[in-house]
């Protein structure tokens, strides 16, 4: 009935899959874990090969690292039920019936919907992390909001999708980094038609990045966003970063935005500012759009 696949990267995740499987013998139904590390030769597999003495479990160390995309493709393959629940290794589940309501929706619900999102929150509460502000501003709202506009909302993090999607719609090999690889999937259920629905079943989100590195993250992100808007895979109206872009372009304010980038990303990492982090990755996109123009000369 039920693949549940984590990809993970130097992060010791046997306790979450500790706690995943005992949920899954309580309910009774037919299951496998699987957890791929993508190359990070990280001494936290030692703990995480402990996920191979659990019952229909198994985890594997890449020798290379393929990228986000590619191991979750990956991870696809390996399934062999009707349903993967993917979920990030740094989640651990608020409540101890996460299992039972994945399994609960899908049974009463999988006629009509080819996935459930469960949602994930942020348990510290930290004013000077930007990723914990970020997260508890932007993707902690409510299963109503989430539902009026799903597809923008659609996170791998905790995710249940029927296998059987996975016949049209991979993830884009293409985009090796982090960021957006979930939006642009999210985005391709939506022109097949297949409907998605968020429910509230939220896992921790643990393993929270300084801001530093959360910034470095941004600008992989920031370069995967140009390049899916370039080959048409978005609409700019999907994502108000890049309606507020396409407005400066408008407005010539390229230069000024590019100037200022230093000045809005070190305001971003001191003060945990969202509004900062904001105008960080404007000016961040008009950098990249800037060094594009200047490779094509």
Same mark, same amino acid.
């Given at each position: 009935?039920?693949?549940?696949?984590?990809?993970?990267?130097?992060?010791?995740?046997?306790?979450?899959?500790?706690?995943?499987?005992?949920?899954?013998?309580?309910?009774?139904?037919?299951?496998?874990?699987?957890?791929?590390?993508?190359? @990070?030769?990280?001494? !936290?597999?030692? =703990?995480?090969? $402990?996920? #191979? @003495?659990?019952?229909? !479990?198994?985890? =594997?160390?890449? $020798?290379? #690292?393929?990228?986000r995309s590619s191991i979750r493709n990956l991870l696809v393959k390996e399934a062999k039920k009707d349903w993967v629940l993917f979920l990030d290794a740094d989640g651990f589940p608020v409540k101890d019936d996460f299992i039972k309501t994945y399994i609960k929706n899908i049974k009463e619900s999988s006629d009509y919907f080819s996935g459930f999102i469960g949602g994930r929150i942020h348990k510290l509460d930290q004013d000077k992390n930007l990723r914990i502000?970020?997260?508890?501003?932007?993707?902690?709202?409510?299963?109503?909001?989430?539902?009026?506009?799903p597809y923008r909302f659609f996170f791998t993090s905790n995710v249940a999708l029927k296998r059987i999607v996975f016949e049209n719609i991979y993830f884009n090999e293409k985009l090796k980094n982090y960021g957006y690889e979930d939006l642009l999937f999210g985005n391709e259920m939506r022109g097949l038609g297949l409907k998605v629905l968020h429910i509230?079943?939220?896992?921790?989100?643990?393993?929270?990045?300084?801001?530093?590195?959360?910034?470095?993250?941004?600008?992989?992100?920031?370069?995967?966003?140009?390049?899916?808007?370039?080959q048409n895979f978005i609409e700019e109206k999907d994502i108000k970063l890049l309606i507020y872009f396409d407005k400066i372009n408008r407005l010539g304010l390229q230069k000024i935005m590019k100037k200022n980038l230093l000045f809005f990303m070190n305001k971003a990492i001191k003060s945990s500012s969202l509004f900062y982090y904001n105008l960080f990755k404007l000016s961040y996109l008009c950098y990249l759009k800037d060094q594009e123009l200047h490779e094509a000369k």
């Amino acid at each position: 009935m039920l693949s549940v696949l984590i990809p993970t990267y130097d992060y010791n995740c046997f306790p979450f899959v500790h706690e995943l499987h005992n949920q899954l013998l309580k309910e009774k139904i037919s299951f496998e874990i699987i957890c791929f590390d993508d190359g @990070s030769n990280s001494i !936290s597999n030692l =703990e995480n090969q $402990k996920i #191979n @003495s659990l019952w229909n !479990s198994k985890f =594997e160390a890449l $020798k290379n #690292n393929i990228g986000r995309s590619s191991i979750r493709n990956l991870l696809v393959k390996e399934a062999k039920k009707d349903w993967v629940l993917f979920l990030d290794a740094d989640g651990f589940p608020v409540k101890d019936d996460f299992i039972k309501t994945y399994i609960k929706n899908i049974k009463e619900s999988s006629d009509y919907f080819s996935g459930f999102i469960g949602g994930r929150i942020h348990k510290l509460d930290q004013d000077k992390n930007l990723r914990i502000k970020f997260g508890t501003q932007r993707e902690e709202l409510s299963v109503n909001s989430r539902n009026k506009t799903p597809y923008r909302f659609f996170f791998t993090s905790n995710v249940a999708l029927k296998r059987i999607v996975f016949e049209n719609i991979y993830f884009n090999e293409k985009l090796k980094n982090y960021g957006y690889e979930d939006l642009l999937f999210g985005n391709e259920m939506r022109g097949l038609g297949l409907k998605v629905l968020h429910i509230n079943n939220p896992v921790y989100h643990l393993n929270i990045d300084d801001n530093t590195v959360f910034i470095n993250k941004t600008k992989q992100g920031l370069k995967n966003l140009l390049f899916i808007k370039q080959q048409n895979f978005i609409e700019e109206k999907d994502i108000k970063l890049l309606i507020y872009f396409d407005k400066i372009n408008r407005l010539g304010l390229q230069k000024i935005m590019k100037k200022n980038l230093l000045f809005f990303m070190n305001k971003a990492i001191k003060s945990s500012s969202l509004f900062y982090y904001n105008l960080f990755k404007l000016s961040y996109l008009c950098y990249l759009k800037d060094q594009e123009l200047h490779e094509a000369k």
